[in-house]
């Protein structure tokens, strides 16, 4: 069994910056990718950035040049670095990653809990 648990989040005032961790834990035998989504009020649910196992890296264009997604492979974690953050940032953020466990030997998607991230002032 996977579990996906994120820290991180909150609220902070508009230009102010967050950072959020994911780490995933279980029986995991490989992560293909890793990333963030985010879900506002009345919208759907949307990718913000990933992180492939390759190296490559994804953002949605309203966040690039802000927002910065890491990994840190060793302990199976992935962190976003949000700086100058704007209002309409506010939503829930989802962590994501795509991994293969020895309990399954498929690949399967996993998701977090969700964290809350208001930008106000």
């Known amino acids: 069994q996977v579990q996906l648990v994120e820290s991180g989040g909150g609220l902070v005032q508009p230009g102010g910056s967050l950072r959020l961790s994911c780490k995933a834990s279980g029986s995991i035998f490989a992560i293909y990718s890793m990333g963030w989504y985010r879900q506002a009020p009345g919208k759907a649910r949307e990718l913000v950035a990933e992180?492939?196992?390759?190296?490559?890296?994804m953002y949605e264009d309203s966040v690039k040049g802000r927002f910065t997604i890491s990994t840190e492979d060793a302990k199976n974690m992935v962190n976003l670095q949000m700086n100058s953050l704007k209002t309409e940032d506010t939503a829930v953020y989802y962590c994501n990653a795509v991994i293969m466990s020895h309990d399954t030997w498929t690949r399967s998607e996993y998701w977090g809990q969700g964290t809350q991230v208001t930008v106000s002032s």
């Open positions: 992180s492939q196992s390759d190296g490559n890296t």
